[in-house]
């Protein structure tokens, strides 16, 4: 705030302000017609968990984001949400990574005849001694908790929304995927990625099936909702924006999988441990091709990255299924399946808001944010920004964690598993 009333907009050459008593359109249209770099990220955001929103509200914060102009037509603005918003020289600038991507991007897919597939991990109806097979995989499920099925699901399901990733993907300005078969590395990356990304979700959910363990109309009822809810991580069709959240969301995924493999194995399902091993490995290669890709950028464009980076974690990294709806769940509890579903993981162990924090670290340091020089006074603020955030967020996940721990548990019963209740902190 200032004495004339909220800064808007602040960049090297001038500030825009508006009056308390702005009407919300005025707002707007100053916004959209505000001519600037990628800036601050905007207040407006969708927590991912009340650790990662708190952690953001404390930390300072001296501009607003504000997209610039795209090739000198503006940005647009849909449902209060800025788009397109990459400047004509940064979308040339990505138009220039072909090069770059065919060489250190594409080779970190596999060709088909070297990846795994879901039938070599599942009984083989084929042979003769297959119900063996099956009441083996039976006898291996058995000895696994309910809340370990609950976060397993919430992977799997999370999986199965991949045509929601790939169009995503494809929403974002000079990559996409033009013809549906366009031969650009651009391209080829997607639909290849896409196509790794397929067995997953495909070979969970069989498992699940054969198990015997999961309610598979509830698990599908849930999935055919979230691919029709979608998703929206605010990437604003800004490559920037969207290659910082996938090497995010992917890291996220491999520690999940990785964590569900070592407990699988501990519980003693040694193939289910394979299964979601294999998963994270997958992962972990996604994840590296997506940080090369902003390796790049920050080495093109080390100010407008840092920006962008900055943006995307005062939104924060929205998880990919957090549209999630069995149909159920949330006239029970008052609460939705994506947010019990997250608690769970969060009390295994899986996925926790120290892992969040851990993320952020590993990306700060492989993208050498911290001791980065050079950059624009507003990529200094955002450098800055980053920089500090890890351990607010470790310090209000531990205060987070010790409130949960004094609030009594309740039975909370979940569709996926028939109902069953998992007793957990609310």
């Known amino acids: 705030m200032t004495a004339q009333g909220t800064v808007l907009h602040q960049c090297p050459s001038k500030v825009l302000l508006l009056g308390p008593k702005a009407t919300r359109p005025q707002r707007i249209a100053q916004r959209v017609m505000a001519q600037a770099q990628p800036s601050r990220p905007a207040q407006q955001s969708r927590p991912n968990t009340a650790v990662q929103a708190a952690a953001v509200a404390e930390a300072p914060t001296h501009t607003s984001r504000v997209s610039e102009k795209q090739m000198g037509d503006g940005p647009t603005l849909v449902n209060g949400q800025i788009l397109h918003s990459l400047s004509k020289e940064r979308l040339e600038l990505v138009n220039s990574l072909e090069g770059y991507v065919s060489e250190r991007v594409l080779p970190l897919l596999k060709p088909v005849d070297k990846c795994w597939q879901p039938a070599d991990f599942l009984p083989d109806p084929s042979q003769g001694d297959y119900l063996d097979q099956l009441a083996e995989l039976r006898k291996r499920t058995d000895c696994l908790p309910d809340d370990y099925f609950v976060v397993l699901v919430g992977d799997m399901v999370t999986e199965e929304a991949l045509p929601t990733y790939m169009a995503m993907l494809n929403t974002l300005d000079g990559v996409r995927d033009e013809t549906g078969a366009v031969q650009s590395p651009w391209g080829k990356w997607t639909r290849e990625w896409t196509a790794e990304e397929n067995r997953h979700g495909d070979l969970v959910n069989k498992y699940c099936m054969l198990s015997g363990r999961v309610n598979m109309k509830a698990v599908e009822v849930t999935i055919q909702n979230l691919i029709g809810s979608g998703m929206d991580p605010k990437t604003e069709n800004n490559p920037y924006l969207g290659f910082i959240y996938t090497s995010f969301q992917e890291r996220a995924t491999k520690i999940s999988h990785g964590a569900t493999a070592r407990h699988a194995k501990d519980y003693g399902d040694k193939v289910l441990g394979q299964i979601t091993g294999a998963i994270a490995s997958d992962e972990a290669r996604h994840e590296s091709a997506y940080s090369r890709i902003v390796?790049?950028?920050?080495?093109?464009?080390?100010?407008?990255?840092?920006?962008?980076?900055?943006?995307?974690?005062?939104?924060?990294?929205?998880?990919?299924?957090?549209?999630?709806?069995?149909?159920?769940?949330?006239?029970?509890?008052?609460?939705?399946?994506?947010?019990?579903?997250?608690?769970?993981?969060?009390?295994?162990?899986?996925?926790?808001?120290?892992?969040?924090?851990?993320?952020?670290?590993?990306?700060?340091?492989?993208?050498?944010?911290?001791?980065?020089?050079?950059?624009?006074?507003e990529a200094q603020e955002a450098q800055e920004y980053v920089c500090k955030l890890p351990p607010r967020i470790r310090r209000l996940a531990d205060r987070t964690l010790m409130r949960k721990e004094k609030s009594k548990k309740r039975e909370v019963p979940f569709s996926w598993i028939y109902d069953r209740t998992i007793n957990m902190h609310i």
């Open 295 to 377: 390796d790049e950028l920050f080495r093109k464009d080390p100010s407008g990255t840092a920006l962008a980076f900055a943006d995307m974690m005062k939104k924060q990294i929205v998880m990919p299924a957090h549209m999630m709806d069995d149909m159920v769940h949330k006239g029970r509890t008052g609460r939705n399946i994506f947010h019990d579903f997250s608690t769970v993981a969060e009390s295994t162990g899986t996925y926790t808001a120290q892992d969040y924090a851990s993320i952020l670290e590993h990306l700060i340091s492989r993208w050498e944010l911290e001791g980065m020089t050079g950059l624009s006074s």
